[in-house]
């Protein structure tokens, strides 16, 4: 299937549900796919992220609908975060969905329309990028302060990736790049190539703690999520945090988007993806497994943070201090990033 025809079945998917959503205002396409052209081939591995505006308060429930051979995935977001150019522009997970119409799936005020041509005007200013730089900072920073709080050890766990995902994305932000999730260390890795600091990527892998793993130790880690992630579908009742990516629907995104990365090489980048879902598995092996059951699996994913370096919390506050070494190394870097890319305007 073809990028564009994704698009198409998005729209779709939102004209078919947008009866059903009060206070319905409108939708636009996030993710990866504002960053690939129509005629390219769309990934098995993504799914297709849509927001859903409405006026008031946005709804917090998160589900992953199957549509016509996709995998959606729907969240909600409040006009009152839509007002302005000036809201979207300085919002490092936004800016860069409104720099295409084609963004746009469903505007039935054409709110949306006229905000999408003021974000695209501004949006390679360099005020702008050095803006969504600095809140992706201070995301990273507030989540180096959870890290090392009295929080269980898979808390950590997730504030420690969270570290690591926000500071690689930076980078991204700095090169007018889609900040993504699930590769942001592989796009941090190009913009630093690009520039001749390589190095600083090592670092990035160090603070996670897979920089010395081996594709046959990571290949092995990745076994043991895909059997965790398998029995988690069948075993969970009780909702919890981001239940929604542990689901047969949800598998090829999270369990085969994790191979991908392993399978070009990326295994050690991958591991970041590799902890938030087993995070979330045992999570729900916790609430719902047998005793026996949720005690094996919580034995193996003490391994998986063992092959980090994860003992206790000495480790995490070890992390916590070379996190804050390496923001402000990557902060500055970043400002080089901004000074080489031609398309970012002075203003």
Same mark, same amino acid.
């Given at each position: 299937m073809k990028v564009k025809e994704v698009r198409e079945l998005a729209r779709q998917w939102v004209e078919a549900e947008s009866a059903n959503i009060p206070q319905f205002m409108g939708a636009f396409l996030t993710g990866s796919i504002n960053w690939l052209a129509?005629? *390219?081939?769309?990934?098995?591995?993504?799914?297709?992220? @849509?927001?859903?505006?409405?006026?008031g308060d946005a709804p917090h429930n998160r589900w992953r609908p199957a549509y016509q051979g996709l995998v959606l995935d729907p969240s909600f977001k409040s006009? =009152? =975060? &839509?007002?302005?150019? =000036?809201?979207?522009?300085?919002?490092?997970?936004?800016a860069g969905h409104f720099v295409s119409p084609t963004s746009i799936l469903a505007d039935p005020s054409g709110h949306l329309t006229h905000l999408q041509s003021q974000v695209a005007k501004d949006y390679a200013q360099r005020r702008w990028v050095r803006c969504r730089c600095e809140q992706a900072w201070?995301?990273?920073?507030?989540? @180096?302060?959870? *890290?090392v709080s009295p929080n269980p050890p898979e808390e950590r766990a997730?504030?420690?990736?969270l570290t690591v995902v926000f500071?690689?994305?930076?980078?991204? &932000?700095?090169?007018?790049? !889609?900040?993504? $999730? #699930? %590769?942001?260390?592989?796009?941090? #890795?190009?913009?630093?190539?690009s520039i001749g600091q390589v190095e600083l990527h090592e670092g990035l892998l160090e603070l996670l703690g897979s920089a010395p793993l081996r594709r046959g130790d990571v290949e092995y880690l990745f076994q043991e999520l895909t059997e965790a992630f398998d029995r988690a579908t069948?075993? $969970?009742?009780?909702?919890?945090?981001?239940?929604? *990516?542990?689901?047969?629907?949800? #598998?090829? !995104? $999270? @369990?085969?988007?994790a191979w991908e990365l392993i399978d070009a090489g990326f295994h050690r980048e991958a591991m970041?993806?590799? &902890?938030? @879902? #087993?995070?979330?598995?045992?999570r729900i092996f916790e609430n719902d497994a047998a005793d026996n059951e949720k005690a094996a699996f919580r034995k193996r994913y003490e391994a998986m943070l063992q092959a980090l370096g994860l003992h206790s919390?000495?480790?995490?506050?070890?992390?916590? %201090?070379?996190?804050?070494?390496?923001?402000? =190394?990557?902060?500055?870097?970043?400002?080089?990033?901004?000074?080489? !890319?031609?398309q970012i305007l002075d203003g």
């Open positions: 129509d005629d *390219m081939v769309w990934p098995a591995t993504s799914d297709v992220d @849509i927001t859903l505006v409405v006026e006009l =009152e =975060e &839509l007002r302005s150019a =000036e809201q979207v522009l300085g919002t490092y997970y936004l201070q995301l990273a920073e507030a989540c @180096i302060a959870d *890290m997730i504030y420690l990736m500071t690689g994305q930076i980078l991204a &932000l700095a090169d007018l790049r !889609n900040p993504t $999730f #699930r %590769k942001s260390s592989v796009l941090a #890795r190009e913009v630093l190539s069948t075993v $969970f009742q009780t909702p919890c945090w981001d239940d929604y *990516m542990v689901t047969p629907v949800s #598998r090829p !995104n $999270f @369990i085969d988007g970041s993806w590799m &902890l938030m @879902i #087993r995070t979330v598995c045992q919390l000495p480790d995490y506050q070890q992390r916590a %201090k070379q996190a804050h070494m390496m923001l402000s =190394e990557v902060m500055s870097v970043a400002e080089t990033v901004m000074m080489q !890319n031609a």
